[in-house]
C-alpha cells in the first residue's frame, strides 16, 4: 500500500482501484512498521471506497485492524449519498471515556489507597458477564435508553453539571430503544453499571506533568491533584444490536449496488429503512453507555465518601469531561467550500471540538472540548483540547487511545501476571483484576506508546496538551 508522506506526521494513500478519495494516515516513522503488519492499511482504503465518502478517510496514530473499518478511523458520508455502516461504528457502541476531578492531593490519597481500592473493587462489578448491582425492568432499561443522562439526573445519580460535562450533554435526542430487540435488551438491562473487561478499566491517577497551566486552571486541573478515570461503553447491548442489524443489512446491499468487502463491512445508504432503524437502536445504546458510565460514577463518589467522611462535592468529585470513541452522529462541516450536514463515524476516535465551537457549552465553549486519551496501565494518560485545524482536517477527531500494538493471544504468551503486578508494584501502581489472563492481554507492552501516539496529534496541530496523568491504582475486569 503507497503511502506518500505530505508533512512531518501526515501520510496519504493516494486513490487507486476504485478509491473515492484519498486515505490520510497521522502517525511517526516509529509507529509507521506497526500498520504493515496487520490489514488496517488495507481497510482504511476500503472505507475510502465506500459510496457517499467525502475529502478523506482518516487514520488516527493509534489505528489498528478491526472489524471491518479499522480501530482508530474516522470518516465522513454525503446523507444523501453515503452509507450507514455498523462496521465502522463499531460492536461496542459509545465506548468512551470520562475523567472524574477531584480537589485531593496524591499524599491525601495514598495514605488510603488500598481501602478506596477495595471499596471499588466491590461494588463496581467487573470482568465478562458482570452484572450490576441493581437490576431494571424492560420499561425502566427502555427509559434510560431513550432518556440517557437525563434518566440519571431523575434518580438522583447525576448533577446538571455532569450532563454540561458529557458529549451531546449524554444524550442522543433520536434514540428508539423501541428499535432494540427484546435479545440486545436482555444482555444491557442487567449490566447497568458495570465495566466489563477487555481494555476497560477504572483507574485513580494523579497529574504528573502540567503542559499549559492557564488552560489546566480553566478545566480545575493541577499537578499533584488525583482524577479518576473511567473507560466502559455499553456492554452486551451494543453488541447484540451491532449483530442484529448487520444481520438486518447484509442481505440488503446487492441490491443497492454496494461491495462486500469483507463480512462485517456492511453498509447501506443512510436514508435506507435498515439504516435509519439501526441510528435509531445506535443511539439507544449509545445513551445507555452514558448512563453506564454515570451510575460507575456515583459508585466512585460514594466510595470516595465514605473513605474521607466529607460529601463528594466538597471533595471535589466533579466530572471533568466524557466523550464517545465509537459512534455515528450527524454534524456540519466546510467541505468543497460549503458547510453541510454529514454522517461521521467515529470507531476508536475521539470528538475535538475547538473552542467557540456551537455543541460545547460553560467553560468548554471558552477553551474547547477536552479529549480524553488513555494510554495504558502503567504509562500514563492525556488531556489535550480540541483545535480548529482538527475540524478542517480530521473531522473535528483525533485518536481515542495509545491503540493496541500486539493481539491479546500475543501479549497472553508475552506477559505473566505476577510478572506484571509486580512491574506495576514497583512503579507503586496496585493492580486489581478479576481475570488475571485478560488482565495479560492489556498488559502495557500489548499498547503502543502513548506519547509517541500523542506526537503526531499536537505536532500537526489537531490537539493542544493541558495534562499529563500517571496511574495509582488500576481496576481490571
Not at 208 to 227: I, N
Not at 243 to 248: I, L, P, R, S, V
Not at 375 to 404: C, I, N, P, Q
Not at 444 to 469: C, I, Q, W
Request: net charge neutral; hydrophobic share 40%.
Amino acid at each position: 500500500m503507497e503511502l506518500v508522506r505530505e508533512s512531518t506526521y501526515r501520510y496519504v494513500i493516494p486513490p487507486h482501484e476504485e478509491m473515492r478519495v484519498p486515505a490520510v494516515v497521522y502517525t511517526t516513522e516509529d509507529l509507521l512498521p506497526l500498520l504493515t503488519k496487520d490489514e488496517a492499511l488495507r481497510q482504511l482504503a476500503n472505507v475510502a471506497r465506500l459510496p457517499g465518502v467525502v475529502r478523506c478517510a482518516v487514520g488516527m496514530p493509534d489505528m489498528h485492524q478491526g472489524y471491518a473499518f479499522p480501530i482508530g478511523t474516522v470518516a465522513a458520508f454525503d446523507i444523501e449519498e453515503g452509507v450507514v455502516s455498523p462496521g465502522g461504528v463499531g460492536f461496542d457502541i459509545n465506548c468512551g471515556v470520562r475523567v472524574i476531578r477531584t480537589s485531593l492531593t496524591a499524599p491525601e490519597v495514598k495514605r488510603v489507597l488500598e481501602e478506596i481500592g477495595n471499596i471499588l473493587f466491590a461494588t463496581v462489578p467487573a470482568g465478562l458477564g458482570s452484572r450490576g448491582l441493581e437490576k431494571f425492568s424492560h420499561k425502566e432499561a427502555r427509559r434510560a435508553m431513550k432518556k440517557g443522562l437525563g434518566w440519571a439526573l431523575e434518580k438522583g445519580m447525576a448533577v446538571e453539571e455532569d450532563l454540561e460535562a458529557t458529549e451531546e450533554e449524554g444524550c442522543l435526542r433520536d434514540a428508539d430503544p423501541q428499535l432494540v430487540s427484546d435479545e440486545a435488551l436482555d444482555r444491557g438491562r442487567e449490566e447497568f453499571g458495570t465495566l466489563g473487561s477487555g481494555n476497560h478499566f477504572l483507574e485513580i491517577d494523579v497529574v504528573e506533568k502540567v503542559f499549559d497551566p492557564q488552560k489546566a486552571k480553566a478545566l480545575g486541573l493541577f499537578e499533584g491533584q488525583v482524577v479518576i478515570w473511567i473507560h466502559t461503553g455499553s456492554r452486551g447491548l451494543g453488541h447484540q444490536i451491532a449483530m442484529d442489524y448487520m444481520e438486518k443489512m447484509r442481505p440488503r446491499m446487492e441490491s443497492y449496488g454496494i461491495p462486500l468487502f469483507e463480512r462485517d463491512f456492511v453498509s447501506l445508504p443512510v436514508k435506507a429503512p435498515q439504516s435509519q432503524a439501526y441510528l435509531g437502536a445506535m443511539a439507544a445504546a449509545a445513551n445507555f453507555a452514558w448512563v453506564n458510565r454515570q451510575l460507575i460514577t456515583h459508585r466512585v463518589r460514594e466510595a470516595f465518601s465514605r473513605v474521607f467522611r466529607r460529601p463528594w462535592d466538597e471533595l471535589g468529585l466533579f466530572l471533568l469531561y466524557d466523550v464517545a470513541h465509537n459512534i455515528a452522529k450527524y454534524e456540519v462541516y466546510e467541505v468543497d467550500g460549503a458547510e453541510r450536514m454529514f454522517l461521521v463515524h467515529r470507531k476508536g476516535a475521539t470528538r475535538a471540538f475547538p473552542a467557540g465551537h456551537p455543541a460545547l457549552r460553560g467553560i468548554f465553549r471558552e477553551v474547547g472540548q477536552p479529549i480524553l486519551l488513555p494510554g495504558d496501565m502503567k504509562r500514563g494518560s492525556y488531556v489535550l483540547l480540541g483545535t480548529d485545524r482538527a475540524l478542517k482536517e480530521s473531522f473535528g477527531s483525533v485518536a481515542h487511545g495509545a491503540g493496541r500494538q500486539m493481539s491479546r493471544h500475543a501479549a497472553k504468551k508475552a506477559f505473566g501476571f505476577k510478572e506484571m503486578q509486580e512491574d506495576l508494584a514497583r512503579e507503586e501502581i496496585r493492580l486489581y483484576a478479576v481475570d488475571r489472563r485478560r488482565a495479560q492481554e492489556e498488559a502495557p507492552g500489548a499498547y503502543k506508546d502513548v506519547d509517541a501516539v500523542v506526537k503526531p496529534l499536537v505536532g500537526e496541530g489537531l490537539a493542544v496538551p493541558v495534562v499529563r496523568t500517571r496511574p495509582l491504582l488500576v481496576i481490571k475486569g
